[in-house]
């Protein structure tokens, strides 16, 4: 990928921000150590959350939006689905020994 670094954005340290995702056109940092979605307004990220949904030490490897905006992230035996409004998750546990299904 060729290019320039046109601007850096600077974080706080009181933060943990994992993953930046495009969702409805909205540049988002996630946070996953105590979760939160902010949105980069004006080159700076914002300090207001702008998803109803929490959860707490959620460490996720990976972050991606599907098609219709659904929020999609895993860890470990578990897959969150954050739905495209950012106000219900869906939790599919993957791991034999636990439920194959919750909706939260």
Not at 50 to 60: A, G, L, M, T
Not at 80 to 86: N, P, T
């Amino acid at each position: 990928m060729n290019g320039e670094v046109e601007e850096v954005i600077k974080t706080t340290d009181s933060r943990h921000m994992n993953h930046i995702i495009s969702h409805h056109g909205q540049i988002i940092v996630m946070c996953t150590f105590k979760f939160a979605m902010l949105p980069i307004v004006s080159g700076k990220i914002s300090s207001k959350a702008i998803s109803r949904v929490h959860f707490k030490n959620y460490f996720s490897a990976s972050a991606s939006v599907d098609n219709l905006g659904n929020v999609i992230m895993a860890s470990g035996a578990k897959i969150i689905v954050i739905d495209a409004s950012l106000e219900r998750m869906f939790k599919i546990c993957t791991d034999m020994q636990e439920c194959y299904c919750h909706s939260c």
